[in-house]
């Protein structure tokens, strides 16, 4: 049960918040069916991510690394947007939230219908040619004629437009992340452990700057005791909901 007196300092923290950035990881879309990479059930108990999702091993044996790639992508395309997703976007609506800085690949956010999202670790359902720069939509039916992997038309195996390991967020996604905490009165960290670099360097530069930390987890994480101001524990969706409607009857 979430203590009310929290949830009255958050609401009071974003009412008066000029500028209020989210910044949201896996733990938002477990309540979609996707499981977050490490942990139980984590996609990294089966395959061993050096060996399957760095961009040495892509460039070395693609089709390797498609078979991870591709279980990867069934859980993305079956899922669909939970009430985490749809709160934030009705906070994007109302003016209270401004941009959503996202570690996941999933478009789960977009699908929500939020707008000015960063995705900080790319989208899956976009496609990109590492030869020629040819970039394409990567429809659900592709999905099921894998192997063989998909090919551009120059020729060489398609990747899906992911940050792997051994791989950096494009400097501009860097860019526009960091000026939008640096100049932020509210983060509100949403399901991520801030432990992968460099996205876990973003919560520390908004404190920094003198903005407020509200972090929503289901357990606490290294945050919680150096940067976060509010922990609420909970299921992304169940506070961001509870959130919402109190904003909604203010």
């Known amino acids: 049960m979430i203590d009310d007196e929290l949830i009255a300092t958050v609401v ?8 209020t950035i989210a910044l ?11 499981a977050p ?7 990294w108990e089966k395959y061993d991510p050096y060996e399957y999702a760095h961009i040495e091993s892509f460039m070395s044996n693609p089709e390797k690394s498609w078979l991870m790639l591709k279980e990867m992508g069934k859980h993305i395309f079956k899922a ?12 994007q609506q109302q003016g209270i939230l401004g941009s959503i800085i996202t570690q996941n690949v999933d478009n789960l956010h977009q699908e929500a219908g939020s707008r000015k999202v960063i995705e900080f670790h790319g989208n899956y359902k ?19 004629a ?13 990747k899906p437009n992911v940050v792997l390991f051994g791989e950096s967020p494009p400097l501009e996604v860097l860019k526009q992340s960091e000026k939008e905490v640096f100049s932020c009165d509210v983060l509100l960290v949403i399901g991520s452990s801030a432990l992968v670099h460099p996205a876990a360097y973003l919560p520390v530069i908004a404190k920094k700057h003198h903005a407020s930390i509200i972090e929503i987890n289901m357990e606490q994480t290294d945050l919680t005791s150096t940067f ?15 959130i919402r409607d109190c904003l909604r009857n203010q």
Do not use: M
């Open 12 to 19: 009071a923290l974003l009412e008066s918040s000029k500028k």
């Open 24 to 34: 949201t990881g896996a733990g938002i879309s477990v309540e979609s069916g996707i």
């Open 37 to 43: 990479f490490r942990g139980n059930g984590g996609l």
């Open 80 to 91: 669909s947007p939970n009430s985490a997703h749809h709160s934030l976007t009705t906070l």
């Open 126 to 144: 976009k496609l990109v040619c590492l030869s020629c720069g040819n970039s394409v939509e990567f429809e659900k039916e592709r999905i099921t």
């Open 146 to 158: 894998i192997p063989p992997p998909p090919r551009c038309d120059c020729g060489f195996t398609f």
């Open 228 to 242: 976060t101001d509010v922990f609420l524990q909970g299921s992304a969706g169940s506070v961001l909901t509870i």
